[in-house]
C-alpha cells in the first residue's frame, strides 16, 4: 500500500465530494501513424509501469489490483468520421474528457486515437488522473511511448517510475505565526469569482503564442538587465492582474514539478506541490525594480517541506475562513522545450491542451514549444466566466508586446507605460460610441430596445415589456409576465438575469403582473400608471431591525463603491443600480467574509441579496447572536 502525494491525496479528496478529478487533457495531430507499432509502443510503455496495476482503495491509498485488470483506458482509432463537420466534434472533445466521466478510482489513464476525415492524420489524445499522474509523469509517459514508436521497440527494459507518485516522507515544518499574519495581508485577486459552485465543471481555454523571435528579443532584454526570463513573463502578469483589478497586493498559486533524484529502489520520485506568491506591484518602479522585489524571495511561501496545501490550511486556521488560492501560474520555462524531439516526430504538434484542478478557476501554463512560447489559460467556467478573464489576458498579451517593441521602458516607472497598451474600458467606449444613434449598451453589447426586449424575453421564457430605461446607463425597469398559480418570485427573476448579464445590466425595479394585466398594459400606460404599479408590484421584505449590521455592510459598500452609502435611506436599494459591478461585488464578498466569520457569502449569493437590507437579513438569520456581537464590535472599533 502506498500514500498518494499531498495533491493527489487532496484531488481524491475532492472527487469523493463533487465525483471529479483533477485531471490534465493533451491532444496531438499527426499526418502520418502506423496504428499496429502505436498500439505495440503503448502497450510496452504501460507494461513497465507498475502504477498502471493499483488502484486506489476507499481510504485514499494505492493498490495492487488482484484481478488483473488495468487503470488505463486504450482505445485506438476509435472514431471514423465520414464528413468534415463531423470530424470537427474531435476539437471539443477535451471538454467532454475534462468532465472526468472517464476517470475514477480504478482509471488513472486515457488513451485514445481518432482517425481524421482520411487515414492522412489522426488525432491522439491523453487524459490523465492527477491524483495519481501528474503532468511531469504524464509528459515522461507520453516520452517514452513516442521513444519507443519512433525506434520500434527497444531492447532494453523500460525505466518504470511506480514509485514516482509517493508522498514524499520529510518532516513538516510550521509556518511562524508572524509569516501567517504577513501571508494574510495577501487575499486572492478580486475577480468576479464564484468559488463555493461545485457543479460539474466546464472548461474553456485562451490559448497564443509568441514567436522564436519575439522570444530571441526578451531574452536579450532580461539577458541585458541580468533577470531570467520567467522572472520576466511572471512579473509582467502581476502587473497585468494589478491593472485589471486594480490592486496592487493579492497572493497567485505557483505550482511545482520536479524530479528528485531516485529511490533506493531505483524508481523516480517526483516532487509535486505549490509555493503562495504574495505579490506587491510597485507602480512608481520600473519592471526591472519590481522583478528584482518578487525575485528575492522573501514574499515566496512554502517549500518541499511545507505542503501548499497545509500552509492555506494554516492561513484559514489564523483567518477563521477558507482560504483558497484559484488563481494559478504554472511555469514550465525551465523544463526546456516541450514535446518536441521524438515527440513531435512521433505524433506532430500539440492541438490543444486542458487541466482541472480542485478549488482552481484560472490556470495558466507557460510552457516553450517546437515553435514558440504558448500560454495557455484553461477557465472554469462553473467558478469564473471566460467573458471575465479575457480582458486580463488582452492585457497580459498588450504589455507582452509593448515591452518587445519598447524594451528601453523596461527602466522606466510602470506609470509611464502608455494606457493603450494594457487597459481600454470596453463598455464606456462602447456607451460613448452608441449616444444618440438608438441603441442601447447592455454589458457590453449594442441592442436596440426591441432586441434587448427579445432577449429577455428569451432568457426568462416568458413575455416581457420595457419601460423607463434610464439614459444609456444599463439601467431599467421590466414589466413581467406569470400565470395564476405559477411559483416565481421577483428575486428569481434577478438572480437568472444576474448569473446571465454577470450583473453589467442594472434592474431598478422588476414587476410581475398577471398573464390578463400584461396584455392590457401599454408602453404609455406604464408610464403614466407607474406609481400605481409599483405600490402593486411583488416585493421582498422591507425595512432591517439589524441597525448595526446594516451600518457595517453600509460601510463595506462605501468602500467598494467609492462614495458614501447611507444605511437608512439606501438600505433597500439594489447594489448594482448604486453603481456596483461583479468586480466591486466580489470586493464586498471579501469584505463581509473577512468580518463575519460565521458564513460564507460567495459572489452568487450577493447577485441574489443585492441590498443593505436584504444582506444583514441574511447574516442575522445565520446568527443573530455573532452578526450582531461582530456588528457591535467593529462599530466600537471605530469609534
Not at 493579492?250 to 520520485?269: A, M, S, T, W, Y
Not at 421582498?540 to 455592510?553: D, K, M, N
Request: net charge negative; hydrophobic share 40%; aromatic share 12%.
Amino acid at each position: 500500500m502506498k500514500s498518494l502525494s499531498e495533491l493527489g491525496f487532496s484531488s481524491w479528496v475532492d472527487a469523493q465530494k463533487n465525483a471529479q478529478y483533477s485531471c490534465v487533457f493533451l491532444q496531438f495531430k499527426t499526418e502520418r501513424l502506423d496504428l499496429d507499432a502505436l498500439e505495440k509502443s503503448v502497450q510496452a510503455v504501460v507494461d513497465g509501469m507498475d502504477v498502471f496495476g493499483m488502484v486506489i482503495n476507499k481510504e485514499g491509498f494505492l493498490c495492487k489490483r488482484h484481478d488483473g485488470s488495468l487503470s488505463i483506458i486504450l482505445d485506438f482509432d476509435a472514431f471514423e468520421y465520414g464528413c468534415f463537420e463531423a470530424e470537427q466534434t474531435v476539437q471539443h472533445e477535451n471538454v467532454r474528457y475534462c468532465s472526468n466521466a472517464l476517470l475514477s478510482d480504478s482509471v488513472f489513464l486515457v488513451f485514445k486515437c481518432f482517425k481524421g476525415l482520411d487515414d492522412d492524420y489522426y488525432y491522439i489524445s491523453f487524459l490523465a488522473n492527477m491524483a495519481v499522474i501528474n503532468p511531469l509523469n504524464l509528459y515522461d509517459f507520453i516520452f517514452k511511448v513516442a521513444e519507443a514508436y519512433e525506434a520500434t521497440l527497444p531492447d532494453a527494459s523500460l525505466e518504470s517510475f511506480g514509485n514516482s507518485m509517493l508522498k514524499i516522507q520529510t518532516d513538516r515544518v510550521t509556518l511562524g505565526s508572524e509569516k501567517v499574519e504577513e501571508l494574510s495581508d495577501f487575499p486572492m485577486p478580486s475577480l468576479p469569482w464564484n468559488l463555493y459552485n461545485h457543479q460539474e465543471g466546464r472548461v474553456r481555454n485562451i490559448c497564443w503564442s509568441l514567436s522564436h523571435d519575439k522570444y530571441r528579443l526578451i531574452k536579450q532584454m532580461t539577458a541585458s538587465n541580468a533577470v531570467s526570463t520567467s522572472d520576466f513573463f511572471r512579473t509582467v502578469f502581476f502587473v497585468a492582474v494589478a491593472l485589471y483589478t486594480g490592486e496592487n497586493e493579492f497572493r497567485i498559486n505557483l505550482p511545482f514539478f520536479k524530479l528528485n533524484d531516485v529511490d533506493p529502489e531505483g524508481h523516480q520520485k517526483y516532487v509535486e506541490n505549490f509555493y503562495i506568491q504574495a505579490v506587491e506591484v510597485f507602480f512608481d518602479k520600473s519592471l526591472k525594480e519590481n522583478i528584482d522585489c518578487l525575485s528575492s524571495g522573501n514574499r515566496l511561501y512554502g517549500s518541499n517541506t511545507l505542503s501548499g496545501l497545509e500552509l492555506l490550511r494554516e492561513l484559514a486556521r489564523y483567518t477563521g475562513a477558507q482560504e483558497i488560492a484559484p488563481l494559478v501560474y504554472t511555469d514550465l520555462l525551465s523544463v526546456g522545450v516541450l514535446f518536441g524531439g521524438a515527440i513531435k516526430n512521433s505524433f506532430g504538434k500539440l492541438n490543444c491542451a486542458m487541466s482541472r484542478g480542485a478549488n482552481v478557476a484560472i490556470d495558466i501554463q507557460v510552457a516553450e514549444l517546437t515553435d514558440g512560447i504558448y500560454f495557455n489559460w484553461d477557465i472554469n467556467e462553473d467558478l469564473i466566466k471566460l467573458e471575465m478573464v479575457k480582458p486580463l489576458s488582452n492585457i497580459f498579451q498588450r504589455l507582452l508586446d509593448f515591452y518587445i517593441d519598447n524594451p528601453v521602458f523596461f527602466l522606466y516607472s510602470l506609470k509611464e507605460i502608455p494606457a493603450k497598451y494594457y487597459f481600454e474600458e470596453q463598455i464606456s467606449c462602447h456607451q460613448e460610441a452608441l449616444k444618440g444613434n438608438g441603441l442601447l449598451c447592455v454589458a457590453g453589447q449594442q441592442l436596440s430596445e426591441e432586441e434587448l426586449q427579445l432577449l429577455l424575453e428569451r432568457i426568462l421564457e416568458r413575455k416581457v415589456k420595457l419601460f423607463s430605461i434610464l439614459g444609456n446607463e444599463q439601467r431599467l425597469r421590466l414589466l413581467v409576465e406569470f400565470y395564476e398559480g405559477e411559483s416565481v418570485s421577483v428575486h428569481e427573476i434577478q438572480n437568472i438575469l444576474a448569473s446571465h448579464f454577470l450583473g453589467q445590466l442594472k434592474l431598478e425595479q422588476i414587476f410581475l403582473v398577471s398573464a390578463q394585466e400584461f396584455e392590457d398594459f401599454s408602453k404609455k400606460e406604464i408610464f403614466s400608471n407607474e406609481e400605481e404599479l409599483s405600490r402593486g408590484a411583488i416585493e421582498t421584505e422591507q425595512g432591517c431591525g439589524h441597525s448595526e449590521i446594516a451600518f457595517i455592510i453600509a460601510l463595506i459598500f462605501s468602500k467598494a463603491l467609492g462614495k458614501s452609502v447611507n444605511a437608512s435611506t439606501m438600505a433597500d436599494t439594489d447594489f448594482f443600480v448604486m453603481g456596483g459591478n461583479s468586480l466591486l461585488a466580489t470586493t464586498v464578498v471579501i469584505e463581509i467574509n473577512k468580518y463575519f466569520l460565521f458564513t460564507q457569502i460567495g459572489i452568487a449569493d450577493l447577485f441574489r441579496l443585492r441590498s443593505i437590507t436584504e444582506i444583514s437579513n441574511y447574516l442575522y438569520a445565520q446568527n443573530p447572536e455573532l452578526a450582531l456581537r461582530t456588528a457591535n464590535a467593529l462599530i466600537s472599533l471605530l469609534e
